[in-house]
């Protein structure tokens, strides 16, 4: 596709043609855009002008504003509006002789007529979803479109499994790189979850693990896990995933108290084997300044002593059980077994992992893991969007 004849627009981004603009007026200080779908914009004179990308209003390699806010007068308004042949809409402004032009899809999509939500979640028990959503690797190759699918499976479902790879040393970090840059904690960069004597987390042991999230003993917890199985030979040590979103929804129905308890009740997790001392204290159940699940934080073996009245406590125990006990149920945990050259990737801050306990002595198991940020697989999935929507 050619490009070069584009309107331009703030953003890297390639704004498809959409709605055009029939007519435009300025009528008491707003400036008024008819769409041919009948919409109406009213649009704020000091909006506009913030937006405005010529050369002189914004860098045109890095794509960030050269003009600042103290330079817009304050009573800034547009004294002639048009549309030019190309169907931009071009404001001339009081006080100046700037115009600004804006390219019309750009303008319909971000003046309130496309809310832009393309990563919805969908919230699972087993009974929507006995075993995450699962790719195959075409030759051990991840084609472009491939990578795409899976994380867009993250994005909505917070989990995806990749089938048919290699079980080379360096894939997992290979694949985290495609993705982002790798989220380093104080546990190694690329982690191998085997049975160890020395570790420095039960996860390092053969013992069941039930359902939880990573390293929550940070302020920002890592927001992607990967894990990537190499050798599954041993009996037992099957992944446990529950979608910790949906037991939050859940139980907000059914016990409001606890969830009420859950999101403002805030308990400490600790990492405790040493010589780094990170603890953090949180809700279990994180919400957003809109009371929109944005978190789960639990990790059961590495809970600090809560601290509070015996009433507080009573109430804490209570609802973090009700928690702990739908999440590690089976309308809730799915149950599904490695075979070497998998590798899953989740939300690690919305799934719950966990697995059953290993038996050393039947045979290996090891996973080969790293975290990246949530936002990370934003980022992926919108840039691979627009490299597909420029070739295709
Ligand atoms: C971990 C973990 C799961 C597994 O490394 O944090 O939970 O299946 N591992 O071993
Ligand atoms: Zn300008
Ligand atoms: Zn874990």
């Not at 304050?74 to 390219?103: K, M, P, Y």
């Not at 699962?134 to 909505?156: K, M, Q």
């Amino acid at each position: 596709m050619n490009t070069s004849n584009l309107i331009p627009t703030p953003d890297n981004w390639y704004w498809p043609p959409s709605q055009s603009i029939t007519s435009c007026l300025v009528s008491d200080n707003a400036v008024v855009v008819q769409w041919d779908n009948n919409r109406r914009s009213k649009l704020h004179p000091l909006w506009l002008r913030d937006n405005c990308c010529c050369a002189l209003c914004l860098h045109q390699i890095t794509r960030e504003n050269l003009l600042d806010l103290r330079d817009i007068p304050e009573d800034i308004r547009a004294t002639a509006v048009e549309v030019d042949a190309e169907g931009a809409l071009c404001i001339s402004w009081s006080g100046c002789n700037h115009v600004s032009r804006f390219n019309p899809a750009w303008l319909y999509a971000n003046s309130g007529h496309q809310p832009s939500a393309p990563f919805n979640p969908v919230f699972w028990g087993t009974a929507q979803l006995s075993e995450p959503p699962t790719f195959y690797a075409n030759d051990s190759l991840i084609s472009d479109e491939l990578l795409y699918e899976v994380l867009l499976s993250v994005a909505r479902h917070g989990i995806a499994r990749l089938r048919d790879l290699p079980t080379d040393i360096e894939l997992v970090e290979a694949f985290a790189l495609r993705i982002g840059a790798i989220r380093e904690t104080h546990f190694d960069r690329i982690f191998d979850v085997i049975s160890k004597a020395d570790g420095d987390s039960n996860a390092y042991t053969s013992e069941y693990l039930a359902a939880h999230t990573d390293i929550p003993t940070r302020e920002a917890p890592p927001g992607i896990q990967i894990l990537h199985s190499r050798v599954a030979d041993a009996e037992g040590g099957e992944s446990l995933m529950t979608d910790g979103f949906k037991v939050a929804q859940d139980i907000e129905q059914e016990f409001p108290e606890y969830y009420k308890t859950l999101t403002t009740t805030k308990w400490c997790y600790a990492n405790r084997a040493g010589p780094k001392d990170y603890r953090w204290e949180a809700p279990t159940i994180g919400l957003d300044d809109h009371g929109k699940l944005l978190e789960i934080r639990m990790l059961p073996f590495s809970r600090a002593p809560l601290q509070g009245s015996f009433e507080d406590i009573q109430k804490a125990y209570a609802a973090l059980r009700c928690y702990m006990v739908k999440a590690n149920s089976p309308e809730y945990q799915m149950r599904f077994s490695f075979k070497a050259g998998d590798l899953i990737i989740f939300d690690n801050r919305r799934i719950l992992h966990g697995r059953a306990e290993f038996f050393p002595s039947t045979g290996d198991r090891s996973l080969r893991g790293t975290y990246l940020d949530r936002d990370d697989v934003f980022s992926k999935i919108r840039q691979l969007q627009y490299q597909f929507l420029l070739t295709r």
